[in-house]
């Protein structure tokens, strides 16, 4: 069995407490030295880089989100333990922690940590699959002769090194596939490292609810509630037949997963299938300027987004929250993908006009998807049912060169002011 203290990274007899140092922060496993897939997760990310670029901020409740109409993007322990959790309304956070500094997001600081935990990952294997900028999967495979020390070793080395030099934590988790390495992930966080071997893969799972699936959400999970399946071993019950013929495609993953089986490659190079913006309004509103404003200003982002990546979408959607929280979406297919602002805010626009109803509305949000590279001079040509377009086409890459030059304040459309 092998061991290996997390603070001074010595490999050591199992132990309860570190002999070369001290530390309790002693991992022992029988498959430390052979386990290579990896998922690496910063500990509440963003609210992590505010409280280490704002030392006043350590010990309070940190929500990372908009105004009291938006939804928490992060929140900091101290604000979990109090229930706060991503993704909820902020003023339902407000009600279970009133005295939390509220902090928008600073998107500019969030890049800069992440490129630089990036760098530190690609120290060690340039098997990464990012999944966002505070998580990604690592292949290890074969990097113990290059590094002379087994993956655990090194993972170890990356988390200690994330703190010193760049003062955030993460969790790592240490598998023989994906899915067991997301799920170790977050079995000890903050800041945890724990593994899930081969051999104990069975009894692992065996009575663990299948929403340790990644991917199983709330109506996933009404669905296999009907079926019976709340456990892997309800799961296991099912035949794989039976499964595919109950869920689809989704039946066939979960038998494998009931059995720990995943075979997914941890993929560098996964293309991007979507680019998208949204915002929450303060206030509900169904008023045509001001959505009409917001519209533009969510297309500029996208198609900003979409030049920087050098990509163009062909479809263009349009996505709406009603304020009793009904959402709607409409997408249209263009005859040829598109970056530009103009074309993904006249498409959006036609699609907000067709709709039935008026609002009010507590969310608007555009995007573009069916991604391609973007062809050397798309969207130039003009159309026959709109003749200005290849002119307003060169308009915008001019105004483009020009807030390169002088910045994004440089030029700004009336309809971006409502």
């Known amino acids: 069995m092998a061991a290996l203290c997390r603070d001074c990274l010595s490999q050591i007899a199992p132990t309860r407490r570190c002999s070369a140092c001290g530390s309790p922060r002693v991992l022992v496993h029988d498959e430390l030295d052979s386990l290579c897939i990896a998922h690496m997760d910063c500990d509440a990310f963003y609210a992590s880089v505010e409280k280490r670029d704002n030392p006043e901020l350590n010990g309070k409740p940190v929500i990372i989100g908009g105004g009291r109409r938006g939804v928490v993007s992060t929140a900091c322990y101290v604000a979990r333990i109090r229930g706060v959790r991503s993704a909820m309304p902020m003023f339902q956070a407000l009600k279970l922690c009133p005295d939390a500094v509220i902090i928008k997001p600073r998107m500019d600081a969030y890049v800069e940590a992440s490129r630089a935990i990036r760098a530190m990952m690609e120290e060690l294997t340039p098997a990464i699959e990012p999944l966002s900028l505070d998580e990604a999967f690592l292949d290890m495979t074969g990097t113990a002769r290059l590094h002379g020390a087994p993956p655990a070793v090194m993972l170890a080395r990356l988390v200690r090194r994330m703190k010193d030099e760049l003062g955030l934590t993460g969790s790592i988790g240490l598998s023989h596939n994906k899915f067991l390495a997301k799920v170790a992930s977050d079995l000890d966080k903050p800041h945890g490292f724990s593994v899930?071997?081969?051999?104990?893969?069975?009894?692992?799972?065996?009575?663990?609810?299948?929403?340790?699936?990644?991917?199983?959400?709330?109506?996933?999970?009404?669905?296999?509630?009907?079926?019976?399946?709340?456990?892997?071993?309800?799961?296991?019950?099912?035949?794989?037949?039976?499964?595919?013929?109950?869920?689809?495609?989704?039946?066939?993953?979960?038998?494998?997963?009931?059995?720990?089986?995943?075979?997914?490659?941890?993929?560098?190079?996964?293309?991007?299938?979507?680019?998208?913006?949204?915002?929450?309004?303060?206030?509900?509103?169904?008023?045509?300027?001001?959505?009409?404003?917001?519209?533009?200003?969510?297309?500029?982002?996208?198609?900003?987004?979409?030049?920087?990546?050098?990509?163009?979408?062909?479809?263009?959607?349009?996505?709406?929250?009603?304020?009793?929280?009904?959402?709607?979406?409409?997408?249209?297919?263009?005859?040829?993908?598109?970056?530009?602002?103009?074309?993904?805010?006249?498409?959006?626009?036609?699609?907000?006009?067709?709709?039935?109803?008026?609002?009010?509305?507590?969310?608007?949000?555009?995007?573009?998807?069916?991604?391609?590279?973007?062809?050397?001079?798309?969207?130039?040509?003009?159309?026959?049912?709109?003749?200005?377009?290849?002119?307003?086409?060169?308009?915008?890459r001019a105004t483009d060169a020009i807030r390169a030059r002088y910045g994004t304040k440089a030029i700004v459309k009336g309809r971006a002011l409502r």
């Open 196 to 396: 899930i071997g081969k051999a104990e893969t069975a009894d692992f799972l065996r009575d663990r609810p299948v929403k340790l699936i990644w991917g199983v959400g709330a109506v996933s999970q009404v669905a296999l509630d009907k079926a019976g399946i709340r456990t892997f071993s309800d799961l296991l019950r099912w035949d794989k037949t039976d499964l595919i013929a109950r869920f689809g495609g989704m039946g066939e993953r979960l038998w494998h997963l009931a059995r720990g089986q995943d075979h997914r490659r941890i993929s560098p190079n996964d293309p991007v299938k979507s680019v998208s913006k949204e915002t929450t309004f303060s206030e509900n509103t169904g008023d045509p300027d001001i959505l009409d404003g917001h519209l533009w200003r969510l297309s500029e982002q996208v198609a900003d987004r979409a030049k920087a990546k050098d990509i163009a979408g062909r479809i263009v959607t349009l996505k709406l929250k009603r304020g009793d929280f009904k959402g709607l979406t409409r997408r249209v297919s263009l005859s040829d993908p598109t970056q530009l602002a103009d074309r993904i805010y006249r498409n959006a626009r036609a699609l907000f006009d067709q709709l039935d109803e008026t609002g009010p509305y507590r969310l608007i949000g555009v995007g573009i998807s069916d991604l391609s590279p973007a062809a050397e001079g798309a969207d130039l040509a003009g159309d026959l049912l709109d003749p200005d377009a290849g002119q307003r086409s060169k308009a915008e």
